[in-house]
């Protein structure tokens, strides 16, 4: 005789098997990969920067869940790449506590104040990056050349620089391949840029290994393609149409493609699922309309890179698209509106 | 636009079929209960009136209830037998409602009585009628009476028959094998329904893991039929009615309308079968195909078992393992999950899927919608269920309604199904939608006092 208390649930009642941590974790694993190529380009340097904003970002979503009587959501691996990718935006020489003070901020103002996971309208990263950018603009200027002889065992006096003491600039210092261009016109060959050895932040060099990262992530079905495929692109052709009509002055558009943070933010940072459009047309807006910001800051801008700029202005923008651009619902005549 | 129909519709989710279980086995009959217990709300409408009283011996096929009304059908009797009790019996919602207690007589076998046929020469309006005196509902599920829905407005013109074969349902192989065993029924039905609706085109859809079934009816099309199969691509919710006509016919049914504003009925393949079976003979429905499967099952298959049978007994006699936690009462994407093994086999029973302890999906944990848009893709109607989820957490029901389609969502659950952060849409929207309905109803009762 069958006699059990049976569960009940509402249908559906099975469940596709994916879940929000397996994305944020396999975005974890494809990062891992350019944090390896950064760590080889510019020695324990770069690694004591990412860990360090890794492990601010953990410990201020720590803090604050426990401070607001919440479950800790440090499970769920989205602090871990904010870390990641806040780590990857600064330079490799980048002083230990204000990358540790970049996490904090990226964590509570860019992710946490607006509600955690899910509701914050900017990429945390970038939050924290333009904090630190606008609090220490020498320091976040301040590049290393790569491939130094020593880099793997030699830790820079600025790295452990104390807080709030004046920043000890290290003697060599080693122009980005952008602000030479934009300050010097001089721009640097395509093939190092691709390879990643040029100078640059510890994540935005090697633009091969940050694409096979998103091309694992899109067969995964975990980061909608057409985000990265819509900004490159439209950089890709706006430069190339102003390559064309001239030469001397503008930038070569493979040039534009591959260097400065594109790659990384086109691929790891625009892509951010909760700052973009839902919809596959809003999405494709969204593309271009960062695109078109990277070439204008960077051709007409004061700043030699807009990447940063571009993909939280896109942000801000993404929750008008949504409302604007929607689907026409099956059986209606047009838009809802 | 293109008016071509693309043989398939936009969005639509692919969840694993498990379907080779029970598609090869042929159906089989179920023996007798020794109690049946029929609910008389098996079907949406009025409850069926009951005509007989305690004590009385009645015979199978025997009228044990008639139709309250045009928006009911009546209850024939599957068994010979006498009725114990007339009271109140369980069914899934968990509610009781009005029911009788048959008990069948030892040995009673499978004879049937027969009434009035209903020849192919009847008029539409006979045939209607024949079709609601055989207690016919909508088998795929719906259980919706079928002669309302066959009935065609004035001022409409049904086109196109559609015959809907998708079985989309993870899991259920009845409408598959009734296809394979039952294709007389199935053309004998077509010619009643071409009569009662005036089609001129007949089209059945049959989803492509079904080839075989496919390949089977397009060998039996009689000649005089205007009848083609089509093969659509495997997705689901194909087997949905608004899905199946733009599948096959290419258009899209307006929102809030029917199938007939775009000329066309459809009707699901079983419930043609059983007109087909019925009608010639002027008996009821008495019994139906049913697939019992799912891994807490060890004698899986296709049963013939009796209307108002015990859900205890079905799985006490197809093996059930001890373990078994979660019932599910038809498919496992729409399906209800039983309460409890003491409501009984009724006419919209499709399937029973039967997971054990170590089956049921855990309670995942809830995590923030990321706006990742899966359920985007994945809505067939073109909603947005991200949006809608987090209006529901607000309880802007009428933003819901208003601005954002809810009205059309018919509860498929691919947007539960794909969403990685586990968040029960569908569910909130079926909350939602009661209580959108209530506003309404409150608002027309007002307005009218």
Same mark, same amino acid.
């Given at each position: 005789?069958?006699?059990?208390? /049976? ?24 990062? /891992? ?17 990412? !860990? ?10 720590? /803090? ?69 950018? !606008? ?29 709030? !003491? ?121 593309? !271009? ?49 | ?84 009790? $007339? ?64 009935? $065609? ?95 096959? $016919? ?172 586990? $968040? ?26």
């Amino acid at each position: 005789m069958l006699s059990k208390t /049976l569960h009940i649930s509402s249908s559906p009642h099975i469940k596709k098997d994916v879940s929000t941590d397996l994305i944020m974790k396999n975005v974890v694993y494809a990062l /891992l990969p350019v944090v390896l190529f950064s760590v080889y380009a510019f020695g324990i340097n770069a690694l004591l920067v990412i !860990a360090t904003s890794v492990f601010g970002c953990l410990l201020t979503e720590h /803090l604050l869940c426990s401070w607001s009587k919440r479950e800790s959501t440090i499970s769920d691996w989205s602090a871990v790449i904010t870390g990641i990718l806040l780590g990857l935006t600064l330079p490799p020489i980048f002083p230990l506590w204000m990358a540790f003070l970049g996490a904090v901020l990226a964590i509570g103002l860019g992710k946490f104040v607006f509600g955690g996971l899910g509701y914050n309208a900017f990429n945390p990263a970038l939050v924290g990056r333009a904090f630190l950018q !606008a609090a220490f603009p020498v320091a976040i200027t301040t590049w290393h050349p790569s491939f130094l002889e020593d880099r793997f065992f030699s830790i820079s006096k600025s790295v452990l620089a104390l807080p709030f !003491a004046e920043p000890i600039v290290d003697g060599i210092s080693g122009a980005t391949p952008l602000s030479a261009f934009k300050f010097d016109k001089v721009t640097a060959s395509t093939s190092d840029l691709a390879l990643g050895l040029t100078s640059g932040s510890t994540g935005e060099t090697c633009a091969w290994i940050i694409l096979l990262g998103g091309i694992y992530l899109i067969y995964r079905n975990m980061m909608n393609w057409r985000i990265p495929v819509a900004i490159l692109s439209t950089v890709f052709i706006l430069s190339g149409l102003l390559f064309l009509l001239d030469n001397q002055v503008y930038p070569s558009p493979l040039f534009m493609l591959f260097s400065g943070g594109l790659m990384l933010g086109a691929v790891f940072m625009a892509t951010d699922m909760v700052g973009s459009p839902i919809t596959p047309l809003g999405v494709w807006i969204y593309g !271009a309309f960062i695109g078109i910001l990277v070439v204008v800051i960077r051709i007409w801008g004061g700043l030699p890179e807009g990447v940063m700029y571009a993909i939280l202005l896109g942000n801000a923008l993404s929750p008008q698209i949504d409302k604007m651009i929607r689907p026409k619902v099956y059986g209606t005549k047009k838009l809802t509106k | 636009m293109f008016n071509l129909a693309k043989n398939t519709f936009k969005h639509g989710v692919h969840p694993p079929e498990n379907k080779e279980e029970t598609n090869r086995l042929p159906i089989r009959q179920f023996p007798f209960a020794p109690l049946i217990i029929l609910p008389m709300q098996q079907h949406i409408g009025n409850p069926s009136q009951i005509i007989v009283r305690e004590g009385q011996e009645v015979a199978r096929g025997q009228l044990l209830a008639k139709a309250n009304g045009y928006m009911s059908v009546p209850m024939h009797s599957p068994v010979s037998g006498k009725v114990r009790k $007339i009271a109140n019996v369980p069914v899934i919602s968990g509610q009781m409602v009005q029911g009788i207690y048959l008990e069948p007589f030892p040995f009673s076998g499978q004879e049937t009585i027969e009434g009035k046929p209903i020849p192919l020469s009847a008029s539409p309006e006979e045939i209607l009628r024949g079709i609601q005196d055989a207690g016919i509902v909508g088998l795929g599920g719906a259980a919706f009476p079928t002669h309302v829905k066959l009935k $065609i407005p004035e001022g409409k013109k049904c086109e196109y028959l559609l015959i809907n074969g998708i079985e989309c349902e993870p899991y259920l192989t009845t409408d598959h094998r009734v296809m394979l065993e039952q294709a007389d029924d199935i053309f004998m039905g077509i010619r009643y329904l071409l009569k009662a609706t005036g089609a001129k085109e007949v089209v059945i859809g049959i989803e492509a893991n079904k080839q075989d079934a496919a390949d089977h009816l397009v060998g039996k099309i009689p000649q005089d039929l205007p009848v083609r199969v089509q093969v659509v691509p495997v997705k689901y919710p194909q087997g949905a009615e608004k899905m199946l006509i733009t599948a096959i $016919i290419g258009k899209e049914v307006p929102s809030g309308g029917l199938p007939i504003d775009v000329n066309t009925v459809v009707v699901n393949v079983a419930t043609t079968a059983e007109i087909g079976r019925l009608l010639p003979h002027g008996q009821g429905i008495q019994e139906r195909v049913i697939t019992i499967t799912g891994p807490a099952i060890s004698k899986k298959g296709n049963y013939l078992i009796p209307i108002g049978t015990p859900l205890r007994y079905v799985l006490e006699q197809v093996g059930a393992s001890k373990n078994i936690s979660e019932v599910f009462m038809g498919g496992p994407m729409m399906g209800v999950s039983a309460s409890s093994l003491d409501i009984s086999i009724v006419k919209g029973t499709s399937g029973i899927v039967v997971f054990g302890d170590n089956d049921v999906k855990k309670t995942d944990k809830i995590y923030p919608c990321i706006k990742c848009g899966a359920c985007v893709d994945a809505c067939p109607i073109f909603l947005n269920p991200s949006k809608l989820g987090i209006l529901a957490k607000f309880e802007a029901y009428d933003s819901m309604a208003e601005e954002y389609n809810l009205m059309d969502c018919f509860e498929c659950g691919s947007c539960s199904y794909v969403c990685p952060s586990n $968040i029960p849409l569908v569910q909130y929207f079926r909350l939602s939608k009661g209580i959108i309905r209530k506003r309404k109803a409150n608002i027309q009762q007002k307005t009218n006092a």
